[in-house]
């Protein structure tokens, strides 16, 4: 009779499970005594690859599987359990393959949304891997108005889904699915503090919730909360040492943190598992360059680009070393990559990127600027950019720091004199200026630091808008105190930047040109130093880069022309309301007479002379910006002209300049 048969089946499978949790040897041996008796059963075919992989026999389990996948009537299960196994041996390809196919035969299964998600992160695909991640969460919840909110996550509806989602939580506050479900609503539409708060809960609530925490420890790395997201980051591994996906994320926490070795040792030991990531491959190589090592940085960007042709990011990196040159075979290999119709756009813009480096090189300045240009306006039209709002903001601050602002709160801020500000414009100079001081024997370098914005950004309310946020006028309501407290902030949330236990650091966010107010009011003995460039030069300078994030004017000859002259216009301001508080540097006068501007830097911050500013370019310190090759070598005038080739295309930038064109940096003692 077929029902005891069924019986016995399940019950032997249930004992082979069972095994399975305490002694992976055993459920093999059990898989393997029902397999004899049903051949081709896809469960217990499943269930032994399971216990191969647990025993780290991960090939052995693939040539299992591969032979179950070629039934006609597979299971999910099988083709879950086939994509797991591709991924412990780094076939990320072949994983995400195979899981798709899983969620197509069976679309609620979670196991495989979750992994797939992974996959997709891992394989630096963001996009998809969020929208596999939503899938998993679909696909975990059974209450009809979580199904709802769920599908609505899934359909990019974000409205619907918080609606859904705060009310439910209103019933049930302490279901951390549904808690997570709002975060991830959170984070898409930018909020990422909100998001931060509720996956705090969700983790808290429900610590081994390991979906959570990923989710947690990404948002707190993506808002420069480093210190905290590696502690998630360590919780997860210590739970999971072999995910690659969690040991990606703390890869990329070390390299923020400016600890390169161990960024470089993670990466490295991610690879050396799953050799197939060319995302991960040029990752490392971002972390190579940092640190100096440009030969390994290079091979590793080639490593990437040999694994995903048409990879044009790492093509866009290997441009970016300044100093490459690309072989006329890897000129043509990314003309024929333009070439393809199925070429994700993000891969294209790099590729133009890339390419127009490359003519320049060659001194193909038409055909250059050419990619240039349609690189830029592939990359604009995803921005929401206004360069209306930029000007409005400028007339704010001028109007809230005036002279008697300022006077009349001469007592405020933290008298701490740690703080060395470098601002202006990217691509000005400005990391040729932090190499020079850091090579002091009283300063440390350290990077972009993003607080002063966040600081100034949680002022605002948190808006993303300009137009929406309360900043510079709510500084009209702090106290002396309040500023105080904000300076030793500021101090505390860089302090982890800080490994050499010099008297100084620097911090060379050029946007904080906007926030010198609030940095006098909040550290009034800081120094600030504007580094000022060609408007020409520096402006087109940035129309040939590529950013990885904030700097949202540069692909408009318009947009960046309107906003080099809301800056002079802005910095002007702050030399008559708060005189002799910034030192100006001309980049072109620190190349034409160096050791005049060292000393004049020198000076300005207080420090006695030293003749290794002078040899800056020996300084082996890790440098994250994308003049990091170009700082290692001594100082050549031939980039102060440079524009000069392009010229006969500048005119929108020229028209937008319009007077800040014809401004001198202004002579300063």
Same mark, same amino acid.
């Given at each position: 009779?077929?029902?005891?048969?069924?019986?016995?089946?399940?019950?032997?499978?249930?004992?082979?499970?069972?095994?399975?949790?305490?002694?992976?040897?055993?459920?093999?041996?059990?898989?393997?005594?029902?397999?004899?008796?049903?051949?081709?059963?896809?469960?217990?075919?499943?269930?032994?690859?399971?216990?191969?992989?647990?025993?780290?026999?991960?090939?052995?389990?693939?040539?299992?599987?591969?032979?179950?996948?070629?039934?006609?009537?597979?299971?999910?299960?099988?083709?879950?359990?086939?994509?797991?196994?591709?991924?412990?041996?780094?076939?990320?390809?072949?994983?995400?393959?195979?899981?798709?196919?899983?969620?197509?035969?069976?679309?609620?299964?979670?196991? !495989?949304?979750?992994?797939?998600?992974?996959?997709?992160?891992?394989?630096?695909?963001?996009?998809?891997?969020?929208?596999?991640?939503?899938?998993?969460? #679909?696909?975990?919840?059974?209450?009809?108005?979580?199904?709802?909110?769920?599908?609505?996550?899934?359909?990019?509806?974000?409205?619907?889904?918080?609606?859904?989602?705060?009310?439910?939580?209103?019933?049930?506050?302490?279901?951390?699915?549904?808690?997570?479900?709002?975060?991830?609503?959170?984070?898409?539409?930018?909020?990422?503090?909100?998001?931060?708060?509720?996956?705090?809960?969700?983790? &808290?609530?429900?610590?081994?919730?390991?979906?959570?925490?990923?989710?947690?420890?990404?948002?707190?790395?993506?808002?420069?909360?480093?210190?905290?997201?590696?502690?998630?980051?360590?919780?997860?591994?210590?739970?999971?040492?072999?995910?690659?996906?969690?040991?990606?994320?703390?890869?990329?926490?070390?390299?923020?943190?400016?600890?390169?070795?161990?960024?470089?040792?993670?990466?490295? $030991?991610?690879?050396?598992?799953?050799?197939? #990531?060319?995302?991960?491959?040029?990752?490392?190589?971002?972390?190579?360059?940092?640190?100096?090592?440009?030969?390994?940085?290079?091979?590793?960007? $080639?490593?990437?680009?040999?694994?995903?042709?048409?990879?044009?990011?790492?093509?866009?990196?290997?441009?970016?070393?300044?100093?490459?040159?690309?072989?006329?075979?890897?000129?043509?290999?990314?003309?024929?990559?333009?070439?393809?119709?199925?070429?994700?756009?993000?891969?294209?813009?790099?590729?133009?990127?890339?390419?127009?480096?490359?003519?320049?090189?060659?001194?193909?300045?038409?055909?250059?600027?050419?990619?240039?240009?349609?690189?830029?306006?592939?990359?604009?039209?995803?921005?929401?950019?206004?360069?209306?709002?930029?000007?409005?903001?400028?007339?704010?601050?001028?109007?809230?720091?005036?002279?008697?602002?300022?006077?009349?709160?001469?007592? !405020?801020?933290?008298?701490?004199?740690?703080?060395?500000?470098?601002?202006?414009?990217?691509?000005?100079?400005?990391?040729?200026?932090?190499?020079?001081?850091?090579?002091?024997?009283?300063?440390?370098?350290?990077?972009?630091?993003?607080?002063?914005?966040?600081?100034?950004?949680?002022? +605002?309310?948190?808006?993303?808008?300009?137009?929406?946020?309360?900043?510079?006028?709510?500084?009209?309501?702090? &106290?002396?105190?309040?500023?105080?407290?904000?300076?030793?902030?500021?101090?505390?949330?860089?302090?982890?930047?800080?490994?050499? +236990?010099?008297?100084?650091?620097?911090?060379?966010?050029?946007?904080?040109?906007?926030?010198?107010?609030?940095?006098?009011?909040?550290?009034? $003995?800081?120094?600030?130093?504007?580094?000022?460039?060609?408007?020409?030069?520096?402006?087109?300078?940035?129309?040939?880069?590529?950013?990885?994030? +904030?700097? +949202?004017?540069?692909?408009?000859?318009?947009?960046?022309?309107?906003?080099?002259?809301?800056?002079?216009?802005?910095?002007?301001?702050?030399? &008559?309301?708060?005189?002799?508080?910034?030192?100006?540097?001309?980049?072109?006068?620190?190349?034409?007479?160096?050791?005049?501007?060292?000393?004049?830097?020198?000076?300005?911050?207080?420090?006695?002379?030293?003749?290794?500013?002078?040899?800056?370019?020996?300084?082996?310190?890790?440098?994250?910006?994308?003049?990091?090759?170009?700082?290692?070598?001594?100082?050549?005038?031939?980039?102060?002209?440079?524009?000069?080739?392009?010229?006969?295309?500048?005119?929108?930038?020229?028209?937008?300049?319009?007077?800040?064109?014809?401004?001198?940096?202004?002579?300063?003692?």
């Amino acid at each position: 009779m077929p029902s005891a048969p069924l019986a016995t089946l399940a019950a032997a499978l249930a004992h082979a499970r069972k095994l399975l949790l305490s002694d992976a040897a055993l459920a093999e041996m059990q898989a393997r005594e029902i397999l004899k008796v049903v051949p081709h059963d896809l469960d217990a075919t499943a269930l032994l690859a399971q216990a191969l992989r647990k025993q780290g026999r991960a090939r052995d389990a693939l040539t299992v599987l591969k032979e179950a996948e070629a039934r006609p009537l597979t299971t999910a299960t099988v083709l879950y359990e086939l994509g797991v196994t591709y991924a412990d041996l780094g076939m990320t390809g072949e994983a995400i393959e195979a899981l798709e196919k899983a969620t197509r035969t069976e679309p609620n299964h979670e196991g !495989a949304w979750r992994a797939l998600a992974d996959q997709l992160a891992l394989s630096g695909d963001s996009e998809a891997a969020d929208r596999a991640r939503a899938r998993h969460i #679909q696909a975990s919840v059974n209450d009809p108005v979580l199904r709802d909110a769920a599908s609505a996550l899934c359909e990019g509806k974000l409205g619907i889904a918080e609606r859904l989602l705060k009310s439910f939580l209103k019933e049930h506050p302490t279901d951390v699915g549904a808690i997570r479900m709002l975060a991830e609503v959170a984070a898409r539409l930018g909020r990422y503090e909100d998001a931060e708060k509720l996956l705090a809960r969700a983790v &808290s609530l429900a610590p081994s919730f390991d979906a959570a925490r990923h989710n947690y420890a990404t948002v707190l790395h993506r808002q420069n909360k480093h210190a905290e997201a590696l502690q998630q980051a360590d919780e997860l591994l210590r739970r999971d040492p072999d995910n690659p996906a969690y040991r990606n994320l703390m890869a990329a926490i070390f390299a923020r943190l400016g600890d390169t070795q161990k960024a470089i040792d993670t990466y490295e $030991r991610v690879l050396a598992a799953r050799p197939d #990531q060319p995302k991960v491959w040029m990752s490392l190589g971002h972390t190579l360059k940092a640190a100096g090592r440009r030969e390994d940085c290079i091979a590793a960007y $080639r490593r990437s680009i040999a694994l995903q042709p048409g990879l044009g990011e790492a093509y866009w990196s290997l441009a970016n070393l300044k100093t490459f040159r690309f072989t006329p075979d890897e000129v043509a290999a990314m003309q024929g990559q333009l070439a393809r119709r199925d070429l994700r756009e993000d891969d294209r813009l790099h590729l133009h990127f890339a390419l127009g480096k490359a003519l320049e090189d060659d001194g193909a300045y038409a055909e250059s600027f050419r990619h240039y240009d349609e690189a830029n306006a592939l990359r604009r039209r995803s921005l929401p950019y206004s360069a209306d709002e930029v000007t409005a903001m400028v007339g704010r601050l001028k109007a809230q720091f005036t002279e008697t602002f300022f006077r009349q709160r001469e007592d !405020a801020g933290c008298e701490a004199d740690d703080p060395i500000f470098i601002v202006g414009l990217p691509r000005a100079g400005s990391t040729l200026v932090e190499q020079i001081l850091a090579s002091h024997s009283l300063v440390e370098g350290t990077m972009e630091l993003p607080d002063v914005i966040a600081i100034a950004k949680r002022l +605002g309310g948190g808006k993303k808008r300009i137009e929406e946020s309360a900043y510079p006028q709510v500084l009209e309501e702090l &106290s002396a105190d309040t500023f105080a407290a904000l300076g030793a902030e500021y101090l505390e949330r860089t302090r982890i930047q800080r490994r050499l +236990g010099r008297r100084h650091f620097i911090d060379k966010m050029p946007n904080n040109f906007m926030h010198v107010g609030l940095i006098h009011l909040m550290l009034p $003995r800081a120094r600030i130093i504007d580094v000022r460039r060609h408007p020409l030069g520096c402006c087109f300078s940035c129309f040939k880069q590529h950013f990885a994030r +904030g700097q +949202g004017f540069t692909y408009s000859l318009s947009d960046i022309g309107r906003y080099y002259r809301d800056y002079v216009d802005l910095m002007a301001h702050y030399d &008559s309301v708060l005189p002799g508080r910034v030192l100006r540097v001309a980049y072109e006068q620190l190349v034409e007479d160096p050791e005049r501007e060292v000393r004049r830097l020198l000076d300005h911050c207080g420090l006695p002379f030293e003749e290794g500013c002078l040899l800056f370019y020996q300084n082996d310190r890790v440098v994250r910006t994308a003049s990091s090759e170009q700082v290692r070598t001594p100082i050549f005038s031939d980039a102060v002209e440079h524009w000069r080739h392009y010229e006969a295309w500048l005119g929108p930038l020229k028209d937008a300049l319009g007077s800040a064109l014809e401004v001198d940096v202004p002579a300063q003692p």
